[in-house]
């Protein structure tokens, strides 16, 4: 069975710093594109922030540009999102997907979602 969890989520003060984890089992992430999407409550979703499979190209968006980090380790099968300088308007679910194309296109596979709340 392919499934994606998220983890690392939780409740931080503005300012402060979280990583997100994106694990995948049943399959293997290296051949993916995977993004970073989040929602927040009568809010569109949002992408984040994407990786491709190949060259491992990063994109962010404007939104979060300069304070997120996308990255990938493909022995452990995860991709991380490592976000500084949290904001209270960065407060939301973030989901990860998978683009088995790699290139950030279609996703086809999606996570459940981890709750980030930034507040003091």
């Known amino acids: 069975q392919l499934q994606l969890v998220e983890s690392g989520g939780g409740l931080v003060q503005p300012g402060g710093s979280l990583r997100l984890s994106c694990a995948a089992s049943?399959?293997?992430?290296?051949?993916?594109?995977i993004a970073w999407f989040r929602q927040a409550p009568g809010k569109e979703r949002e992408e984040v922030s994407c990786?491709?499979?190949?060259?491992?190209?990063?994109y962010y968006a404007d939104s979060m540009k300069g304070r997120v980090t996308i990255s990938r380790d493909n022995a452990k099968n995860t991709v991380y999102l490592q976000m500084n300088s949290l904001k209270p308007e960065d407060t939301a679910v973030y989901y990860c997907?998978?683009?088995?194309?790699?290139?950030?296109?279609?996703?086809?596979?999606w996570g459940q979602g981890t709750q980030v709340t930034v507040s003091s």
């Open positions: 049943g399959f293997t992430l290296d051949s993916y594109a």
């Open positions: 997907a998978a683009d088995k194309y790699g290139v950030c296109g279609d996703f086809d596979y």
């Open positions: 990786i491709s499979s190949s060259v491992g190209s990063a």
